[in-house]
């Protein structure tokens, strides 16, 4: 199992503060977890999470790019961070 965490403004936007989502044959990276969240969530809830300026969070540690995922691991996005 993997859980996929939503931060801030992006968990308002979406409505759900965390997901499980399933380790199996198709779930090898974090794109992988994005198709599945289409799949079920639907476009628009997966555009949110990969829109621009989106964070991503493997395992606590900001990360760029589709890197692979294990069984357990934990997947956060982040929306972007203002200030001012």
């Not at 759900?16 to 969530?41: K, N, P």
Request: hydrophobic fraction near 45%.
């Amino acid at each position: 199992m993997i859980r996929v965490l939503f931060f801030a403004k992006l968990r308002e936007d979406l409505g759900v503060e965390s997901l499980d989502i399933g380790f199996d044959s198709d779930i090898q990276s974090i794109h992988d977890i994005i198709a599945r969240i289409r799949d079920q969530r639907g476009n628009d809830f997966a555009d949110n999470i990969t829109a621009d300026g989106i964070v991503t969070a493997l395992n606590h540690q900001i990360v760029k790019g589709n890197l692979p995922v294990n069984d357990g691991d934990e997947v956060a996005f982040f929306p972007p961070v203002s200030g001012g």
